[in-house]
Antibody, heavy 119, light 107 residues
Framework: EVQLVESGGGLVQPGGSLTVSCEAS????????MHWVRQTPGKGLEWVSR????????DYAASVKGRFTISRDNAKSSLHLQMTSLNRDDTGLYYC????????????WGQGTLVIVSS | DVQMTQSPSSLAASVGDTVTVTCRAS??????LSWYQQKPGKAPKLLIY???SLQSGVPSRFSGTESGTDFTLTISGLQPEDFATYFC?????????FGHGTFLEIK
């Protein structure tokens, strides 16, 4: 059974930094694209970033480019999202999701980790 | 960026009804369109991918069709567990973009 478990969310002040992580199990992690998607009351579901199976193929949403960094550790089946210069618009539930081929759907999702940016 | 226009934003229906939800892409996305169901407090669940392919384990009352840049999700014979929010997602190119969702409620 595919399992994705996010962690690392919390309360952070505007301008602060936070790293969220996703532990994967039940599949060959190093064969899949992985994505971060966030859900906010204001914008609904918003795709944030993706990374290819080999750590390449990295893309970001314009709203986070230059502030967020996606990475993965295939040896540990883990995905990470380092977030800096956080602002209130970054508040939301952050999901990791498994992708298929380059343009494939997101076929499995974690339960999300909540990030709140507030003073 | 590809804009996904999803309609309606909400829909009231009864058990047994057939309902349709539509997403229109702002430009061609081939068939790189998927549909998701989300229930309160839960993560989205993949229902349909590649426009019309049923994800394993999803009941056959869910179906998807495509016509150019228009994509439709149909639920035939609504069941009580189908009342939820539905989203489309284009994965033709980055940034991937979602529709704004359709809230399906019981009439």
């Amino acid at each position: 059974e595919v399992q994705l478990v996010e962690s690392g969310g919390g309360l952070v002040q505007p301008g602060g930094s936070l790293t969220v992580s996703c532990e994967a199990s039940g599949f060959n992690f190093n064969e899949y694209y992985m994505h971060w998607v966030r859900q906010t009351p204001g914008k609904g579901l918003e795709w944030v970033s993706r990374i290819a199976w080999n750590g390449g193929g990295i893309d970001y949403a314009a709203s986070v480019k230059g502030r967020f960094t996606i990475s993965r550790d295939n040896a540990k089946s883990s995905l990470h999202l380092q977030m800096t210069s956080l602002n209130r618009d970054d508040t939301g539930l952050y999901y990791c999701a498994r992708g298929g081929p380059v343009a494939g759907p997101l076929d499995n999702w974690g339960q999300g980790t909540l990030v709140i940016v507030s003073s | 960026d590809v804009q996904m226009t999803q309609s309606p934003s909400s829909l009231a229906a009864s058990v047994g009804d057939t309902v349709t939800v539509t997403c229109r892409a702002s430009r061609s996305i081939g068939t790189y369109l998927s549909w998701y169901q989300q229930k309160p407090g839960k993560a989205p669940k993949l229902l349909i991918y590649d426009g019309s392919s049923l994800q394993s384990g999803v009941p056959s009352r869910f179906s998807g069709t495509e016509s150019g840049t228009d994509f439709t999700l149909t639920i035939s014979g609504l069941q009580p567990e189908d009342f939820a929010t539905y989203f489309c997602l284009q994965s033709y190119n980055t940034p991937f973009t979602f529709g704004h969702g359709t809230f399906l409620e019981i009439k």
